[in-house]
DNA sequence: CTTGACCCTTACGCGACGTGAGGCCCTATC
DNA sequence: GATAGGGCCTCACGTCGCGTAAGGGTCAAG
């Protein structure tokens, strides 16, 4: 079943070139030859393949490919899940730049001009080595990764009722916080946020201060939010939601 | 009020040897020069640069992002749409990629494995100059396109009362349909609760029919969630729940 | 035994800059 | 007014991920 190149281009999308180049540089080299010095790739170049396709899609230089794929400790599914982020990092990227088009289409039919900070708000916070730097912290500390990775790995029915519980578990610290007399400013109550947001990214991926913050603003606005959380400690809805943006406003 | 080169690369994220380039290539040259021959940059340049940026990140070659901008008749606001139009364009790959990761993880967790062609799906329908063919196809029939454009245009640059609100008008649309006496597993309870999902997608970003079911549960196993979903409506959180989980079942 | 589709290697080209090298300009401080 | 440090200039060569021949073997079909 060993496919030759112009085979696997094909079903690659790809190029032969490109396969050719990535042989040349080590990237992905066909386990098989044939007597006359064809390529032949099977099943586990393929797989190796499709890794290096999704890594190069997310904009990895292929050096860094060849790296993270010979790693010896390579996880296959940290990996993808790493994919998966940086997937949806790029999600909120494009977000923000449909929002800016917008500003832009408004700022034009209104008349009003944009300063030369907002014309470029969104392109300047975006860092495109940032990826790499990325992968590499999680590279580096491949054990404590692995280990909170072998948590998420299976969302079990009943593990809703974990999240839920650990969910719980941080708001009431949070309303032990606020029963202490501590600020929502303080560092403690700003610790305590940081904690859920993590909390939300560890469970439901990806959510930057910005938008914990706006969560924060959300449970204020709405009222059958604002009951619920209060029903657990008078005005914990509000502390929470100070906590929150005082941890969005710190380390930046 | 002109701006030196390394003034605006710090305002638009980009380096000062990129400016120089643009130079060079004659695709951004700046209005003015001081006397000593330094480049200074107006206003208008900036806007310039904004398009250059915003159509590099579209993947555009510099020289095709020349003949557009060069145009004669080169509408802004039609570009804007555009740009627009392809951002979201993007944002649907994206999502293929996500899910084709969801899948690869599925199938290694379940231990099967996958055809080849499953495996290169998502990279092989992905045609990366059909954005270039689209822009001239688009500046070609300029009328229809306006019309279908303005539609999309605005979007509301504030407010969580807005999301909110859609939220609640969705939730409603459930709370009638159970009025209704409309089975949860119905295919119009199933077009809400995916309706409700892609809100979710919308506005907080991911959110696969997976966890889309664990959300109706997780409604169900927290009281607070319950209590508050059936002021609406008795029963509702349990109706909401079915919804979700049959339109998580289906369509796979 | 030829034809045409496929494969090989070698090598140069290109787009969008990065990265010096070498030198002028400009303000600030001694 | 001399010098230091930062910013600016123009060459010009390097890099990355291939595209694109050039020149030549391989292989199944006719």
Redesign the pocket.
């Known amino acids: 079943m060993a496919l030759?190149?112009?085979?696997v281009a094909k079903l690659a999308g790809t190029?032969?070139?490109?396969l050719?180049?990535y042989d040349e540089i080590g990237l992905l080299c066909p386990t098989g030859r044939?007597?006359?010095?064809?390529?032949l790739y099977e099943q586990e170049d393929l797989q190796r393949l499709q890794q290096v396709l999704f890594f190069?899609e997310l904009g990895f230089?292929?050096?860094e490919i060849a790296r993270i794929l010979g790693d010896p400790a390579f996880d296959l599914r940290a990996a993808l899940r790493m994919q998966r982020q940086m997937l949806e990092e790029r999600a909120v990227r494009i977000r923000a730049l449909i929002e800016a088009v917008d500003r832009t289409l408004q700022s034009i039919e209104k008349g009003t001009a944009m300063t030369k900070e907002e014309m470029f708000e969104v392109f300047g916070d975006f860092d495109p080595t940032k990826y790499q730097d990325e992968a590499e912290q999680r590279w580096g500390e491949t054990d404590a990764y692995r280990e909170s990775a072998k948590r998420t790995a299976r969302y079990g029915k009943q593990d809703w009722q974990k999240i839920k519980a650990e969910g719980d578990a941080i708001q009431q610290e949070l309303a032990d916080a606020m029963a202490a007399g501590i600020a929502p400013t303080d560092a403690r109550a700003m610790d305590l946020a940081e904690k859920h947001r993590k909390y939300l990214e560890r469970w439901f991926y990806k959510c930057p201060r910005e938008m914990h913050r706006g969560l924060g603003e959300m449970y204020m606005a709405d009222a059958r939010f604002t009951e619920n959380i209060d029903r657990l400690r008078p005005g914990l809805a509000a502390y929470q939601r100070e906590a929150f943006v005082a941890n969005a406003n710190r380390s930046e």
């Open positions: 030759t190149v112009s085979q190029s032969v070139r490109a050719h180049h044939s007597e006359a010095g064809y390529r190069k230089p292929l050096e």
